[in-house]
């Protein structure tokens, strides 16, 4: 067996180790998040947020939602640090407002909800942040059991008699 110099040895070991920590830190600058921007009223201790007429949100000066009531927008970000303007108007024909928010976003979370009527109240993030889960579908039964084969495939087909 060949030996290896200890020079070489070591610039293997610190090119893994570079690697590595190239890795990890795209793991957190390049995690992608879907963030929901829901506009519903919210009760929270008591006491109930009521949503504002209208809500345009802009993402990187881009308008991705126009929310009124009960309605709910979309945005992909890309980082741990969120930020959009929100231009609202609380009354029908009323005046507009425009608001920055900027957030931290977690790691560790794929779809976050972000309930608007509790961030512009200022409530702490339990009561604006959520996850996002989807319902499981539900499998519709239609009386037929299906024919499987010898390799546990399930069809629905008639198989000719031979």
Known sequence: MKKIPMRALLF???AVLLLAVIAYSMTIIGRGHTV???SKRLDYNGQTYETPYKVEVYVNDEQVAKLYDKERGMSTWIGQNFSMTLE???EKGGAEETQEVSLTLPRKMDGIILNLPALLAGLPEDAYLSEFVSAPA???ETGDEGITD???MTTTEEVPAE
Do not use: A
Request: no cysteine; glycine share 14%.
């Open 12 to 14: 293997r070991v610190g």
């Open 138 to 140: 539900e499998e519709e």
């Open 36 to 38: 929901y921007m829901d």
């Open 150 to 152: 010898e390799f546990g």
């Open 88 to 90: 609202i108007t609380q």
